[in-house]
């Protein structure tokens, strides 16, 4: 089993966690509103760039976890502070950084009561979810988990829309129910492996009935975080509610940590077991594509469409994952990553909108791409990603999945097309309705395009997105080791007949 | 002379509790009977520190002083500062018997201290009861108020189910004098080992924990708690819900120590209760409007976590209950510190009542916080580590079943806890006065976050030192080592 280097002390991973903390510390007696979100900006900004060494550092031609840190924890329990990275979480890390810095970008005007605590909570959660992708302890995995539910309710339920109540404790009930049953099967895991070290978890034969248990027990988990299709419905309460900067992260990265558990998790601990559920998960993974596409094409509400779409691109995501092909990790994985990069861009369009007119209501913004084209242009890119238009980065990932699935199941992608007829029919229509839709409407008059600061949040993701859309390579060749590898852990037990 | 400085923490709670008695012959002594409170506290504190490698047995073997009666008495005393810090202005008790009531705090401290030395179970018993009846009268100090449950009706139902466990607990440890001839806790447990599982030990080792049971809230014994809670003052309250179930774990471990550790039927009604305890304690809970029935309530739940240590019979889980109910001790005087100072003149706080909290203060908002999701079990505080520590423990006995209920369990006390936060975070209210808190509330909040968040991100320390001094106890696999 390959573990990376052994033992060695601090490094650029625990330099990434500690770094939000450390300046949550300071912004912690900032004064100022203008100071904090300065600085807020500030540190954020150095994280993601520091973040860049991750990039250059990790070599995606070896197999194993890199940049491994390994210090005992809590002695008596056995729990080790211990992290690293592979090509897969590399990549979800360098997104988690990226996103952060525009998030604080977005709040900027958006956020004008209790500027601190906001700001606090942002960077607590950035510490949770670098920690979430690049634990290889078990416990300390659970730790950042669940550390990460406090800030996102609070910022949720304090800054968010009318119902905001609601949709942080639904979404804080649910993401606890899940994990409850994860905390006894580490439990359980640990008694059969003898340590909390997830590299010594994967590949350790465990046997067939213990794996089911073992799996079903993520499941939960992990489906809730995904959200995969019966258990979706926190997902557009919270979206809808929370302000634009906790959409954008939510969307963004907390729901990359369900498909992250999949396959850091599921795949190689419970090789067996993942056989055995995939058919049936490719299943929900269609039903979620199609319940996204249709109920994203009945929504009014331009905040509920994109949080709709949400659940729709995460059904690819999973389907891939259960193809269990390298074509469909991969490109699940891509997809994890432009569906941050997309929806996140929705969600900031969106936003900025939502800060204009006081309303999310597609009609009330028909037309609008009259009075502010840039926001058009920019609204437009996204909108064309989302329906995975070729030459977009989406278009890549959603291709490897649906290459992946026919593999497996033909019968299964074809009742998939309608989902994807539907993304590029609510996409096309919200772009209509907003950039040439409506007569010139009067209450449209003066309202600004946008400004140098709005442009600045959105350009990195709209590179992003022609980026990856003509120039995948590097991205996949980054995690393509590592998906080998994953494959090898999961093919190591004998085949089950994969077709449902 | 070295018996006596072996002895200093507990002479100097008992010095302290006679300066107290002489303060409060006089009156409008309060405020010096608060610093001489503290000041008892703190010292013993430091003695406990300075006797801490201090290993004797004195007063004929009834009483051992070891690393763990020591660790112990760090704790209670520990837990005492903050009592005392938390009893600052005591609004809710009458100005004249104010002096009397740090007399019984520290009284009961003391009690609960020798508890963990003793190792004679009659000592044992009247220790125990030097610790408890202070608290009886506690909660009977409570201002009569219209519209709210009586004290004095809180205060019997306490004495009278206390008083009824008791009796239990003698007859039981009746049966085992019978048995072994000897009230000596080592001698016993030696002529015990080979008559661990006969029905009458059974019998004697079960009833003997009753007693205990009452002290923790555990399930069939737990029908004092809510009306208790509601009854007596917010410090009171902080007083019965910490330190008694400190005590009653480790006389709990003493108890256990004389069973067969490979025994089942044991474990299994501990089991039974631990399960029971959980599921009523969280699903009443739910229920409930008024924020310290339900701490009554989800402290019947948390006894049965504590339990699951207990289920294990070893040592692991020994110091996994320990840890735990210290934690808890801490998360739940969090919530009293905060529910005390909200409460305008010692009226009980609704649940509604902490609306807006975070603005009124935020300080004891953030309190709030720790605390309640502290005991929620999320990390980083000391109740997630807690509960791994007994989930581990448990699961390594091959209770499986308790550990899934346990989680469960944790999944349903969620819900209520968050209508809390919920609540103090985003709830409004239309008073929204600033609550302004004294200098030593302020020094009492950070500690307890610092204390709270410190036990859940390095719990090492502290379940390191419970499980060697353990060892160095004797207490391994649960057989005590006959007396030195």
Redo the contacts between chains.
């Keep these: 089993m390959p573990t990376g280097h052994p033992a060695e002390g601090f490094g650029l991973l625990s330099v990434l966690i500690a770094a939000p903390l450390a300046a949550a510390v300071v912004a912690a007696f900032l004064r100022s509103d203008t100071a904090l979100r300065g600085w807020t900006l500030f540190a954020t900004t150095l994280i993601g760039v520091v973040s860049l060494g991750l990039w250059t550092g990790y070599e995606p031609g070896r197999v194993g976890f890199q940049l491994v840190e390994r210090m005992p ?5 056995g729990i080790e502070y211990r992290l690293g990275v592979d090509g897969i979480s590399v990549l979800l890390i360098l997104l988690t950084t990226g996103l952060a810095p525009l998030c604080v970008l977005a709040s900027w005007k958006y956020i004008g009561v209790r500027v601190k605590e906001f700001m606090l909570c942002l960077l607590v959660m950035e510490t949770a979810m670098v920690g979430v992708f690049c634990a290889l302890d078990f ?1 300390l995995f ?2 950042f988990w ?2 990460m ?2 800030p996102m309710s ?1 910022m949720i ?2 800054w968010g829309g009318p119902r ?2 609601y949709a ?2 639904k979404f ?2 649910y993401t ?2 899940g994990s ?2 994860m ?2 099967a580490i ?2 895991l ?2 059969k492996v003898g340590t909390f070290g997830i590299p010594e978890m994967m590949g350790h034969n465990l046997s067939n009935e213990f794996q089911c248990w073992v799996f079903a027990a993520f499941l939960l988990s992990f489906a809730i975080k995904v959200p995969m299709v019966p258990f979706h419905t926190w997902l557009p309460a919270a979206h809808v509610e929370a302000p634009t900067a906790g959409s954008v992260l939510l969307a963004g990265v907390l729901l990359k940590m369900g498909t992250y558990g999949f396959l850091r998790f599921s795949l190689p601990i419970t090789p067996y077991a993942s056989q055995v559920f995939a058919p049936w998960l490719m299943g929900l993974s269609v039903a979620a594509i199609l319940y996204g596409g249709m109920a994203a094409l009945a929504q009014t509400d331009m905040k509920k469409l994109v949080a709709y779409s949400s659940v729709g691109h995460m059904g690819f995501a999973t389907l891939g994952i259960f193809s269990l092909t390298k074509e469909g990790i991969e490109g699940a994985t891509l997809v994890m990553i432009n569906h941050g990069v997309t929806t996140g861009g929705l969600f900031l369009v969106v936003g900025m909108l939502y800060e204009r007119l006081h309303s999310r209501e597609l009609d009330r913004a028909a037309g609008l791409g009259r009075v502010m084209p840039w926001m058009a242009t920019f609204l437009g890119v996204f909108c064309l990603s989302s329906m995975a238009f070729p030459g977009t980065n989406s278009f890549i990932g959603e291709f490897l999945v649906m290459a992946g699935g026919f593999k497996i199941s033909p019968l299964l992608m074809v009742v998939a097309v309608p989902g994807v007829v539907a993304a590029a029919a609510y996409n096309l229509r919200m772009l209509q309705r907003v950039a040439y839709g409506g007569v010139s409407n009067p209450t449209h008059q003066g309202v600004p395009d946008l400004s140098a600061r709005e442009i600045l949040t959105l350009l990195p993701l709209l590179v992003l997105v022609i980026w990856i859309g003509l120039q995948p390579g590097p991205v996949v060749n980054l995690m393509q080791t590592s998906v080998e590898h994953l494959l090898g852990q999961v093919r190591s037990v004998p085949a089950m007949t994969l077709a449902p | 002379m070295t018996t006596l400085y072996a002895f200093l923490p507990e002479l100097v709670l008992a010095s302290g509790a006679l300066g107290l008695f002489a303060l409060s012959l006089g009156t409008g002594k309060d405020r010096a009977g608060w610093w001489v409170a503290l000041g008892t506290a703190l010292v013993a504190w430091v003695a406990a520190w300075m006797t801490f490698d201090v290993r004797e047995t004195i007063f004929d073997g009834a009483y051992r002083i070891d690393g763990f009666s020591q660790t112990l008495k760090l704790i209670l005393i520990g837990v005492l500062a903050v009592l005392v810090l938390m009893a600052g202005e005591l609004r809710d008790v009458r100005e004249d018997i104010r002096g009397e009531y740090r007399f019984l705090l520290v009284m009961s401290a003391l009690g609960f201290v020798l508890v963990t030395s003793c190792m004679d179970v009659l000592a044992l018993v009247v220790s125990l009861e030097l610790g408890s009846f202070p608290l009886y009268l506690a909660v009977a100090t409570r201002r009569e108020r219209e519209g709210q449950r009586s004290q004095m009706e809180s205060a019997i139902k306490y004495v009278m189910f206390g008083v009824a466990a008791n009796a239990i607990m003698l007859f039981g440890l009746g049966y085992l004098y019978g048995l072994t001839g000897t009230t000596s806790l080592p001698l016993m447990a030696e002529r015990l080992r080979p008559l661990a599982e006969t029905p009458m030990a059974l019998a004697g080792i079960g009833m003997a924990l009753v007693g205990l049971f009452y002290k923790l809230a555990v399930l069939p014994f737990h029908f004092w708690t809510p009306d208790v809670y509601e009854g007596a003052s917010h410090e009171s309250t902080g007083v019965i819900a910490s330190m008694p179930k400190v005590g009653a774990v480790v006389v709990m471990i003493r108890w256990l120590s004389l069973a067969a550790p490979e025994g089942r039927s044991l474990p299994l009604l501990l089991g039974i209760l631990a399960a029971g305890s959980m599921l009523y304690g969280n699903l009443i809970a739910m229920a409930q409007r008024d924020f310290k029935r339900l701490l009554g309530f989800s402290g019947i739940a948390h006894a049965g976590y504590t339990m699951l240590g207990l289920v294990a019979l070893d040592q692991a889980g020994a110091s996994a209950s320990v840890f735990y109910v210290t934690s808890y001790a801490l998360m739940v005087l969090a919530c009293f510190t905060v529910i005390s100072r909200v409460s305008e003149d010692g009226r009980n706080v609704p649940i509604a009542g902490l609306a807006g909290l975070h603005r009124r203060s935020p300080l004891l908002a953030a309190t709030l916080l720790v605390g309640v999701f502290g005991l929620a079990g999320v990390p980083p505080f000391a109740g997630f580590m807690g509960k791994l520590a007994l989930f581990t423990a448990a699961f390594e006995r091959g209770y499986g079943w308790l550990v899934v209920v346990a989680v469960l369990n944790a999944a349903i006390a969620v819900y209520y806890y968050l209508s809390v936060v919920r609540e103090a975070f985003f709830g409004d209210a239309a008073d929204l006065s600033p609550i302004r808190l004294d200098a030593a509330t302020r020094c009492l909040c950070v500690g307890l976050i610092v204390a709270i968040v410190t036990l859940g991100v390095l719990p090492g320390r502290l379940l390191d030192v419970l499980s060697a001094v353990m060892s160095a106890a004797g207490m391994t696999a649960f057989v005590p080592a006959a007396a030195s």
């Design positions: 924890w809590v002695r008596s329990l416990v659970f730790v669940e550390a539910l406090i609070l339920g304090v905001r109540v942080a404790l804080f009930v606890m129910a409850a049953l905390l006894a439990v359980a640990r008694l």
